[in-house]
């Protein structure tokens, strides 16, 4: 078979820089060995997120050129609210400036106190973003994403019996139940047809509404295409049509599949709620027809849009993922299975399985990738998803100790991905010299973003 390549040439570039190993352990102190808190230039391979900094196209660039900045009834509004309803058939299109703003107009309706948001499982903004609004978030991720190396094909599904018997306890309270395509806090994994089509027929049944997080939209239906029975001879944008033809609306961060570098929108079916809707918008983020973002981002995502569909492009994506999945997986490194779409995620708990999940050791992995090689990856686990226990004052577990190594669009190459693998192959080889990490200080609330770390010293005590 001939290999799969990037299906794109280089236009434009920009230099990376590498540094030694001393310059980075310099560096990461300065930092308080917070990896956000470094400069992107001080990062060889920047896998931090795949949110906004993925490569637009040369038609996204010449699409920026026509951007109308018009405040009121701009075309390029109209080019944005088309795309949007051409391919996720939604009639209501609300533009925001990223996916958080939708999610918190969506939750200025549907959130509140006493109520109950259920989710396969919900992003961090978007579980932030219900409970800031009073409402209690509850995620029912599916028995098999519990195993990192189960290889169910759609391990992002939503538990359809908890669903039934959460609805069934909390009734009316249930204001809404969403679905995010892919469950990115799950490991990228994606929703199948079929568990949309059983939380739809649920959502029904006890008149609930419901909305997809659609941010990986594109990635997850070539995962269906690729995975569930039936699908593979259906184009990816009528598997699209089909997963949004079940939703009462949507919320999107355009950073992710829309393939720009800034933009979101909220979507529905109910254009009375849509007129609710854009009377809050203007408030916070904009007159309808701009809602926070520049005519030039409404073009720059139209077009995204359309491009994210491309399955040459989808086979490339997934590929390069699988690729270096498969390659530590071969050299038993734990890895989470099967492959998702957007990033890697090891597994810091089997990897470092000498490390009590008290001392962090997806932080103090991590930490080891910037050093070794000047990788920038995320800790997506006790020390992102955790915190302390109001009433015990004890520190709370995650469900998983993972590492995520997330990789944006269109941005890295093949021999990027092969240094990837020889970095985590490396610390993988002197693991047992890796220590835990202790927080120094802390805030309340989203701590990993500016909590100050320390490694702790062998034979220390914590
Ligand atoms: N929902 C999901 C599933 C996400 O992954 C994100 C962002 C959002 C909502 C919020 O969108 O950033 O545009 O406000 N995820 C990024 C990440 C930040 O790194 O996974 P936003």
């Not at 795949?50 to 009121?72: F, I, K």
């Not at 009528?238 to 720009?260: P, R």
């Not at 190459?413 to 047992?432: F, G, L, N, P």
Request: proline share 4%.
């Amino acid at each position: 078979m001939l290999p799969i390549i990037e299906p794109f040439r280089i236009k434009s570039v920009e230099p990376i820089r590498m540094t030694t190993r001393e310059e980075r352990v310099q560096l990461l102190d300065k930092a308080h060995g917070n990896l956000f808190f470094l400069h992107s230039q001080d990062v060889l391979i920047d896998l931090l997120t795949d949110s906004g900094t993925g490569a637009m196209s040369s038609e996204q660039w010449a699409s920026v050129m026509r951007g109308d900045e018009s405040y009121a009834g701009s075309p390029s509004y109209l080019r944005f609210e088309k795309a949007v309803q051409d391919i996720l058939g939604l009639p209501e299109v609300i533009p925001t400036h990223q996916g958080r703003a939708a999610e918190h107009l969506l939750f200025s309706i549907y959130g509140g106190e006493g109520k109950v948001i259920l989710n396969n499982t919900h992003f961090d903004t978007t579980r932030a973003n219900a409970e800031v609004s009073g409402a209690l978030a509850l995620d029912l991720p599916c028995p098999e994403s519990k195993n990192t190396d189960d290889m169910e094909p759609f391990k992002g599904n939503m538990d359809l019996v908890r669903l039934r018997a959460e609805l069934d306890q909390h009734g009316k309270a249930v204001s809404l139940v969403m679905v995010t395509v892919t469950n990115n806090a799950g490991g990228g994994q994606p929703v199948s047809l079929a568990n949309v089509r059983g939380i739809r027929a649920l959502c029904d049944k006890f008149g609930v509404p419901l909305y997809i997080d659609a941010c990986r939209f594109a990635e997850n239906a070539w995962f269906i295409k690729q995975r569930e029975e039936g699908q593979a001879d259906r184009s990816v944008a009528e598997i699209v049509l089909e997963m949004f033809s079940m939703a009462d609306g949507c919320t999107m961060s355009a950073k992710k599949d829309g393939m720009a570098n800034i933009g979101g929108f909220l979507a529905s079916r109910n254009s009375e709620l849509a007129a609710d809707f854009r009377r809050r918008l203007v408030v916070t983020e904009g007159f309808p027809t701009y809602g926070g973002l520049s005519g030039r981002d409404l073009e720059a995502v139209a077009q995204g849009l359309h491009e994210v569909l491309r399955e040459d492009y989808l086979n490339y994506r997934t590929a390069s993922i699988q690729y270096v999945v498969e390659r530590l997986h071969e050299r038993g490194i734990p890895v989470l299975r099967p492959a998702g779409g957007h990033a890697i995620f090891l597994d810091a708990a089997r990897f470092l399985d000498h490390i009590p999940w008290q001392q962090y050791p997806g932080q103090s992995l991590a930490i080891e990738l910037y050093l070794e090689g000047g990788i920038r990856s995320c800790e997506i686990g006790t020390c992102m998803l955790g915190g302390t226990d109001p009433e015990t004052g004890e520190e709370t577990k995650a469900l998983h100790e993972l590492v995520r190594l997330a990789i944006p669009r269109r941005t890295y190459t093949q021999s990027h991905m092969d240094y990837v693998i020889e970095i985590i192959d490396a610390v993988w080889q002197k693991r047992k010299t890796l220590t835990g990490t202790r927080i120094t200080q802390a805030p309340p609330v989203l701590r990993h973003f500016s909590a100050h770390f320390e490694q702790i010293q062998e034979g220390s005590v914590v």
